[in-house]
């Protein structure tokens, strides 16, 4: 019997933002001048600091393994700076750290959803979230939400997606891919609902250090007396200190679901990088100035990204609270031809503006809401510039 491909993996979408990354990679590889506004990553590059601190951990012969879920020490520092952030306790063993954010949310998955179980997922998403879900057996169950309500879910809509074989809310403030973000009332009425239903919740909040403008961040497992028990909160270190290649997330669970999920990643990959933990110790303990450094930057181009949106006929934009992304509407320009190339969806418009004008996007039909284009901000403002300038002009 020859191989075959196995069927739960047959129905798996691959990852538009990396297919789009390697399409601008492609042609970059030919000669051609492409803006990258696809991938969501700091285009800075990881403090000195931080950096030295691998090298040194090099040195000091820090090359083996390490407990699978990661360095007591890192786990440590996590926690430490939860309860000084947030005054959230936690035990070093309800600590898991993990081959970055991504490989946290599927331990949560794998070892808190059954086949058949539902997990509610506000559109637009982050499009690993529906196929990590998937891939645990459990149904993701998609709820629209409006750029009218600056893409966020309203306690109507949440109560409206479950149903008796809900387990868990999959929550993301601020958000990929639009920067929205949650208030504190906002999160609070969710939490009441989560309460009242006896729903889990996975709060991913990976942008919590990238916020802008008068807004606050509040972390979910605060807004409630017992909340801190059924929520798994993710984060890590690749947004916030430009770390998307030392592959450094984490996961606070439940004292019961964390020696589970270490179990699991025990069995599937062991510990995470040895040298990129010691990395993030010195990420977390060390001079944070380097973060406050980039968000002043981001703010800057956020600001600059809202304006140029606003300026160019037919489109626009929800508020940006936090993260580094701009997800803009783009209806009004479908429809039409492009240089007599006929573009109907925000795919087909996203692969034209990159074959005819050189600007990589992410369409939003990968996110889960047709009709919209993501772009990162996390690139220069000179990128930037030339990048709008190329999309004011296919638009008109």
């Given at each position: 019997m ?17 297919a ?8 970059k ?67 898991v ?37 998937k ?25 409206a997606?479950?149903?008796p ?52 961040f ?35 669970a439940?004292?019961g ?104 996007t ?15 901000f ?19």
């Amino acid at each position: 019997m020859s191989l075959t491909v196995s069927q739960i993996v047959q129905k798996m979408q691959p990852s538009a933002t990396l297919a789009m990354a390697a399409k601008a990679k492609e042609l970059k590889a030919k000669g051609e001048a492409v803006v990258d506004l696809s991938l969501g990553e700091p285009d800075f590059t990881t403090p000195e600091h931080i950096c030295q601190a691998a090298m040194d951990a090099i040195k000091a012969g820090y090359t083996h393994y390490t407990v699978a879920s990661g360095l007591p020490a890192l786990k440590q520092a996590v926690v430490d700076e939860y309860q000084r952030r947030f005054g959230l306790t936690y035990q070093t063993t309800q600590c898991v750290i993990s081959n970055g954010a991504k490989h946290a949310l599927h331990n949560a998955f794998f070892c808190t959803l059954n086949p058949g179980d539902e997990v509610i997922i506000p559109a637009p998403y982050w499009v690993s979230y529906a196929e990590l879900v998937k891939l645990s057996g459990a149904k993701p169950v998609i709820v629209q939400t409006l750029e009218s309500d600056n893409f966020k879910l309203t306690p109507e809509a949440f109560r409206a997606a479950i149903t008796p074989e809900t387990r868990m809310l999959l929550l993301c403030s601020p958000s990929n891919p639009t920067g929205s973000m949650y208030s504190g009332e906002e999160l609070a009425a969710l939490a009441d609902i989560v309460i009242e239903k006896d729903l889990n919740v996975v709060a991913d909040e990976i942008y919590d250090r990238l916020i802008y403008g008068d807004n606050k961040f509040v972390s979910f497992p605060t807004l409630r007396e017992g909340l801190q028990d059924r929520t798994i909160v993710i984060n890590g270190v690749s947004k916030t200190y430009a770390m998307t290649g030392w592959r450094i997330g984490w996961a606070l669970a439940p004292e019961g679901i964390a020696k589970k999920m270490a179990s699991l990643q025990s069995q599937e990959t062991s510990n995470p990088c040895s040298i990129s933990q010691y990395a993030a110790i010195a990420a977390i303990t060390g001079d944070q100035s380097c973060v406050d450094t980039m968000r002043a930057e981001f703010a800057k181009r956020r600001d600059y990204v809202a304006k140029r949106i606003a300026e160019i006929p037919g489109l626009s934009c929800a508020v940006m609270g936090g993260a580094f992304y701009a997800f803009f509407n783009i209806q009004k320009h479908l429809g039409r031809e492009y240089n007599g190339v006929q573009v109907n969806n925000s795919e087909e418009w996203c692969l034209q503006l990159l074959a005819q004008k050189k600007v990589a996007t992410v369409m939003g039909s990968a996110f889960g809401t047709e009709g919209y284009v993501r772009i990162s901000f996390a690139a220069s403002m000179d990128n930037l510039k030339e990048a709008f300038d190329r999309i004011a002009d296919f638009v008109s």
